[in-house]
């Protein structure tokens, strides 16, 4: 993946992605949390992928903003096809672009056709971001063959400082659609619990293959110890990683702030 500089003329969607970017994969840390965080969430959704498919299947990354999964996943081997609603992010994902087999289909992800479908459909940390969370894994699904997988990503709505709203007590999430597709975190709507998973995926065809909970309050930085990352080793933050990946599961699914899951498509 080449590394590009930020410049003074760059639209401000491009702007936004070099800032990210010089955490998630030039190494210029400004929150430690973030990067940390970025770093398990990019370990474990390219884990949830390459354990059940090789290099040559074919991935739609949906809502891809910068594109560094699938940047990453085309220098794996992988036949990716990159998707944002904000289609001038597709320039400054080919100034990145180094190796691999990549294509480009920007637009609404609701409204997206391909002649043949994917081996696998890649939502990492936007699922949150939509009014209906049902229709929108639908969609995904609608786009993986038979037999296919759907890898998600998402913040773990059971963590015990999350204050959003459950999807599935939500009686009418249609009063939702005039702030969804924000980026950021300012832009989440509901934040899913794993045990709304399951009823999820059932209802758009899939079957639940794996749940996954990582990354602890203070690895991303969280009750406020953003401080402490700064002069803590990275080797006593990493043992704290790997000793609450231990947990019991109910005391798991109240520590850990990410969720990520991985979907096979039955029919």
């Not at 059940?52 to 560094?68: C, E, K, W």
């Not at 459950?166 to 045990?195: M, R, T, W, Y």
């Not at 990275?234 to 899951?261: C, D, M, Y």
Request: charged residues 25%; contains cysteine.
């Amino acid at each position: 993946m080449k590394r590009i500089d930020p410049q003074p003329d760059w639209p401000k969607s491009w702007q936004e992605s070099s800032f990210y970017d010089q955490s998630e994969i030039y190494g210029n840390i400004s929150h430690h949390g973030y990067a940390y965080a970025y770093e398990n969430r990019h370990r474990e959704t390219l884990r949830l992928l390459t354990e059940v498919l090789s290099p040559g299947a074919r991935i739609l990354d949906l809502a891809a903003a910068q594109g560094n999964f699938s940047l990453a996943l085309a220098e794996l081997g992988f036949d990716v096809t990159w998707n944002d609603l904000r289609a001038e992010l597709e320039d400054y994902v080919r100034l990145k672009h180094e190796r691999g087999q990549i294509a480009f289909a920007a637009g609404n992800a609701f409204e997206l056709t391909f002649p043949s479908l994917f081996d696998a459909v890649l939502i990492t940390e936007i699922i949150e971001h939509v009014a209906h969370p049902d229709d929108f894994l639908a969609k995904a699904a609608a786009l993986v063959r038979p037999g296919g997988y759907i890898v998600m990503t998402t913040p773990n709505g059971g963590y015990f400082k999350n204050r959003l709203p459950k999807f599935s007590e939500c009686a009418d999430p249609a009063v939702f659609e005039s702030i969804q597709f924000k980026p950021n975190a300012d832009g989440h709507i509901f934040l899913l619990h794993s045990e709304e998973i399951t009823p999820l995926a059932r209802s758009a065809g899939l079957e639940v293959e794996k749940i996954v909970l990582f990354t602890n309050p203070l690895t991303a930085g969280y009750v406020k110890t953003e401080p402490l990352l700064k002069i803590l080793p990275r080797r006593i933050v990493n043992f704290t990683e790997s000793i609450s990946r231990h947990l019991p599961w109910p005391l798991k699914k109240k520590a850990l702030v990410q969720l990520g899951v991985r979907f096979r498509k039955t029919d």
